[in-house]
């Protein structure tokens, strides 16, 4: 009889806070996409497989600030509106391409006049409440919904404790309030982890201090397991002259290099999970890490599959609706020389590819040493549909497969913690899954002034803001959850992602100035009220301009991230 094992497929969602901050080319149409190409037909995946009989078991991360955009009534006028818009824009196309001789064209038009119009009606079939479905596909025992921090705060190198603990704590509120039961685990933003150690903060003259491990804040919070990248797991990873590019960097990698006392195991191997604790403490979290080899397979530039030349060209897009009609055709070949689009090849491809992945994995088992390995693959939803337009279809595929295979068991990471709990304690370095492994996606000298003026708002916020006599009063509550939102979003990590990678960097840029700016003018309308001068008609207009801007959080409560 062959070995068996899991397969453990953890879907990251996430996209930063845009409702009411632009639509276009940066801002909602963002969500707009996500949800069409991505988030509605992969539900549509999950109840065309479910509805077979097949086990569709994965886990996936819905952060917060996502989950509170796709219940907002916002988003579910706007999805209408987009869809309604890429239905009418395919129509016109396929009227020029006839007219024009470009008669395969056509037929691709009328492909994605079916493709969007299947999904309004799916959308329309569950009440535009994209969320709700995926609950009730999680409380039937199909899939697994975890955590992350409130608006994806890159916890590593925030300022205070008690900043991470809210990004956890807020986090998990709201997805009580919007999937009705307690997560079980989390999803770091940007797999991004810290020990226990003497910290001190990159930028600004704050002074050294011993700072939790982020296992003892989700230990607190009733947050059983979190994942980390694999480097973390086996033993660190070189991050090469990405230390050297920025001191501040230099200095917190050297500090935490210095501090790291790793529990000795034998052999640390992905397949399987552990118990995380801090260096000298005893308090933590169980840990699975992600499995570089079946990543390969889709995050390679060289070998992974929606590099394949059938694929759809992501980046060729025809005007002014922007729907795609050529496939990839070749490594290097330029978009002026794209062939067009075959779906039949595509599909003939996506065969190919889950068979292939599905030997991976069964290869993986058959060699692992230990018992009931678990292969842990997490990725980007957005990659699948979005990015990687055939990447549902891809994934359909693979769990048919799977449930083929008798080597093989689709499983959620909360039902592997819970059949198998770890046995091994460990400590981890500090890193992520950022390029170079460390921080340096996040700090660096195009992001450092962002560090300088988060460190900012949450000094004064931690020493100025918090007053439970003067919380008492429903103007100064009104003032502080408010307050507490402004801060969630300027601790976005998105922001410095954007930033480094130039995606939308001048939209990035942005954010952080004007969170910043209204953390300040809601810090000095509390000043006022604590010295009993009340709030100005200025004041007043701001603040209700501001709730109705950023509405996320409804039930957000400052006065609970103070840390006992």
């Not at 797999?191 to 003259?205: D, N, Q």
């Not at 058959?366 to 699948?384: G, H, K, M, Q, R």
């Not at 093989?408 to 091994?424: C, V």
């Amino acid at each position: 009889m062959a070995k068996k094992g899991y397969f453990a497929l953890v879907l990251h969602s996430h996209l930063p806070y845009v409702l009411g901050h632009g639509v276009w080319p940066h801002g909602a149409e963002w969500l707009y996409e996500a949800a069409t190409e991505t988030y509605i037909p992969l539900l549509m995946a999950i109840e065309r497989l479910v509805s077979r009989g097949i086990k569709v078991h994965f886990t996936i991360g819905i952060t917060p600030v996502l989950q509170e955009q796709l219940k907002d009534d916002r988003f579910k006028e706007g999805v209408k509106g987009y869809i309604e818009q890429k239905i009418d824009s395919a129509r016109e196309d396929e009227i020029y391409f006839l007219k024009t001789g470009y008669k395969h064209r056509a037929s691709l038009a009328v492909f994605w006049q079916k493709f969007y119009e299947q999904v309004g009606e799916y959308f329309e079939k569950i009440n535009r409440d994209i969320l709700e479905r995926f609950s009730s596909y999680y409380k039937a025992g199909h899939i697994e919904i975890i955590t992350s921090g409130a608006t994806h705060g890159y916890m590593p190198l925030l300022l205070k404790d008690e900043s991470c603990y809210a990004q956890v704590l807020e986090g998990k509120r709201a997805f009580v309030k919007n999937v009705g039961v307690e997560p079980s685990g989390i999803w770091p933003p940007e797999l991004a982890y810290r020990f226990s150690y003497k910290w001190k903060p990159p930028v600004g003259s704050y002074p050294e201090y011993l700072r939790l491990g982020l296992e003892e804040i989700y230990n607190k919070l009733g947050i059983e397991y979190f994942l980390v990248d694999h480097h973390l797991i086996e033993g660190g990873k070189a991050v090469g002259t990405y230390i050297g590019l920025f001191e501040a960097l230099k200095l917190l990698w050297e500090t935490q290099a210095s501090a790291y006392r790793p529990v000795e195991v034998e052999k640390k191997d992905t397949l399987r999970n552990y118990y995380v604790v801090s260096p000298g403490k005893k308090v933590g979290a169980g840990v699975f890490a992600r499995d570089p080899r079946t990543a390969l397979q889709v995050w390679s530039r060289d070998i992974g599959y929606p590099g394949d030349f059938a694929y759809l060209e992501f980046h060729k897009k025809h005007f002014p609706g922007g729907h795609r009609y050529w496939r990839i055709t070749g490594k290097d070949v330029d978009l002026g020389n794209k062939d067009e689009y075959r779906r039949d090849w595509a599909e003939m491809a996506l065969v190919s590819h889950a068979n292939h992945f599905v030997d991976i994995l069964k290869k993986i088992i058959a060699e692992s040493e230990l018992e009931n390995p678990i292969i842990v693959s997490p990725f980007d939803t957005e990659l699948y549909g979005h990015w990687w337009f055939e990447g549902i279809d891809w994934l359909e595929k693979v769990f048919e497969n799977i449930s083929k295979t008798e080597s093989l068991e689709t499983i959620t990471l909360g039902e592997y913690h819970r059949k198998y709990p770890p046995e091994t304690v460990v400590n981890l370095p500090e890193g992520s899954w950022g390029e170079g492994g460390f921080h340096w996606v996040w700090l660096n000298d195009w992001t450092s002034w962002t560090w300088e003026k988060i460190y900012e708002i949450e000094d004064r916020f931690f020493k100025e803001a918090l007053n439970a006599e003067l919380a008492k009063d429903p103007t100064y509550f009104r003032v502080l959850k408010q307050l507490g939102r402004e801060l969630l979003l300027l601790q976005s990590s998105d922001w410095q992602f954007l930033i480094t990678t130039w995606s939308a960097r001048d939209y990035a840029e942005q954010r952080v100035a004007i969170h910043y700016e209204y953390c300040k003018r809601l810090l000095d309308m509390l000043a006022s009220l604590r010295e009993n001068k009340g709030l100005s008609t200025e004041d007043l207009n701001l603040l209700e301009t501001l709730e109705d801007k950023d509405r996320l959080f409804e039930n957000i409560n400052p006065m609970e991230w103070k840390l006992q």
